[in-house]
């Protein structure tokens, strides 16, 4: 949450967005305008990618403080329809598949649809009692129609949703682990229940399978979606993954603070901009050598889909990855 006394003034927020080209005088000024209630042009030019919040070295959370201001000054370009669309995600149909008592739940949020085919036929979720739909969506979404009223507003029933499975539950969308372990302490939410990240859960599993693994040596590049601004620390899990399966993450320009947005919210709001960004994310993959993309965001996964193939990159949604060094199925030529 937005914490004025923390902010010093020293523009880093809005100078090291990848979205603008401010200086410090000008990120200063933009930042100044937002604190006494004014609007300023970050409000049309942001893309929603939460990056600002890992910049600030204070804490003082800035993004929640532009967040605030778009739905305020309603400035983020999103037409009528397409926000109408978002609204309709609470109300898509849920599903509760009961499995082994004894294994932790797979929360799916709303995001089945987007994920690979095949991506949970698996020995990794064999057993697994799985959760998915709108009961189960825990709204962090709205950031990216540039609202923060729903977030704030169903927090309390999206934990207390989760809680009354009555198990330890797994999330598989970045974006519920993010509200759980982060966002929902803005609104002095205390979370009952026992939860881990995928990355957590995969590295656990690899671990106790470690004579299954056949270790992949192929060369990677990582698409580190937004929400990860909230939870940066579960980055050392994603290399722990990768170094079971035997996956060189490339170093690359953008990765890890400054990755880039898939540009997915901006598809429907600017899309010549949208496909520039993704042409820089993904070329920046192909110039460092990677054999494939991996993502973690099954939205980002979605939408990267069509403009990696274009370019002739592999792209690997990170669960089918560790799939692949357990022999499940091949790696992609
Ligand atoms: S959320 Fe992203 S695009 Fe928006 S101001 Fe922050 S860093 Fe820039
Ligand atoms: S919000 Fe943080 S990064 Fe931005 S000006 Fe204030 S202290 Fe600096
Ligand atoms: S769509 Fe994916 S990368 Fe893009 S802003 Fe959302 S989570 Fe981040």
New binding site residues.
Partial sequence: M?DAS?????????V?CLYVDYDKDR??AE?KALMEGRAAEILDQCVTCCA?RE????????YD?ILKAQERFAAFPISKEAAAAFDLTSAIPSELIPGDPEKPVLSLCVMERQLPEGALDSQLFRGMTIVKGGDYFCYIGYVHVGKESPIAKNAQKFIDKMGSLGKEVVFLHDDCYAMTHTKVKDYGIVVPFKYMHIFEYLRNYLRNHISDIIKLNKKVAYQRPCASRYTPEKDALLDEIFELIGVERVRRKYDGETALCCSGPLINVDRERAVQIQARNIDDAITCGADALITLCPMCDRVLRRPTSERGLNKVFITDLCRMALGEKPFPA
């Fill in positions: 937005w923390k902010c010093d003034l020293c523009g880093d927020c809005l090291k990120a200063v930042i600002c910049y600030c070295p204070t804490g003082a959370d800035p403080l």
